[in-house]
């Protein structure tokens, strides 16, 4: 085992265990920060199989925008702390059989394969391609998005400055 192979299970392990206080947490404070936790885990599994791009765009989109307003609409919600989300013992049974019938596809699919080790080398980053792409032959689409998303900002915000008749 390499140092590689060593970053990759700390990252699965934080983002397992931090998704698994996101659905068990009684606090929804808790719950929200363990998912804020588990983006970043998950942006790091990203960064180390070499989808670079995707990683950073992960922690931009989910923990920059998403978690954040999130966390300012808990936070600024009154009471919020001791509002129970747990729905009772009702769901352990299904859940149970879920996780058995998915680990015995997932045995079945490593007998079924061999579990063929995957190659160690560092994977190539994509970045760098993508800019290349985005710039030359898919330009004048990425422009297009970009009136696009324009226009429909510009939409929003005259609707909701549309004084109520």
Partial sequence: ???YDLIFYLFAAV?????AVVVSSKNIIYSAFSLVLTFFGVAGLYILLGADFIGVVQILVYVGG?????LFGVMLTNKI???DIR???????PSAIAIGVF???????MIWTKWVSLPTETPLTTTNELGKLLIT???LIFELLAILLLVALIGAASIARRDKE
């Fill in 1 to 3: 085992m390499n140092l």
């Fill in 87 to 93: 729905t009772g013992t009702v769901n352990v049974l």
């Fill in 66 to 70: 998403i978690m954040i307003l999130l």
């Fill in 103 to 109: 680990m015995g596809l997932v045995t079945s699919i």
């Fill in 15 to 19: 983002t397992l265990l931090s998704a």
């Fill in 81 to 83: 702390t001791s509002v």
């Fill in 137 to 139: 032959e898919y330009v």
